[in-house]
């Protein structure tokens, strides 16, 4: 067992346990790397007219950005942080500001932790 340098009969249930948990544990390096690329990816392109239209590109590139990583468990893991992303890439200033401000009332709550009813 390379990883615990001693061999199969000495490792502790303890740090069996461990070993596993450290690979659901994110490092946060990862994970503000991954933020900044879906930061790149969505994009709320106002050239765009069509609101449904410009709601799908973004939704796209997002989807493609993750995908590129095998990254989907950000949609289900991760829901705070990519509300957030794409909460402040709305386009314009005056749409965003009153997204955020429906977002802070109690019944809008529940969206700003889950994604897909976000989206909705």
């Known amino acids: ?5 001693k061999s199969y009969g000495d490792v502790t249930e303890d740090e069996w346990v461990v070993w596993f948990m450290e690979a659901h544990d994110e490092e946060p390096v990862e994970l503000d790397a991954l933020k900044k690329r879906l930061q790149v990816a969505v994009q709320f392109d106002t050239k765009i ?7 799908s590109r ?7 950005t993750l995908e590129a990583d095998g990254q989907e468990w950000v949609l289900h893991q991760e829901g705070k942080l990519v509300v957030g992303i794409i909460t402040k890439a709305i386009k314009p200033a005056p749409l965003q500001l009153a997204v955020t401000k429906q977002l ?17």
Do not use: A, I, P
């Open 1 to 5: 067992m390379f990883d615990f340098g």
């Open 58 to 64: 973004m939704l796209d590139n997002l989807m493609k």
């Open 104 to 120: 802070q009332l109690q019944r809008n709550k529940v969206h700003k932790s889950d994604v897909f009813r976000y989206v909705k």
């Open 49 to 55: 007219l069509d609101t449904d239209s410009r709601v």
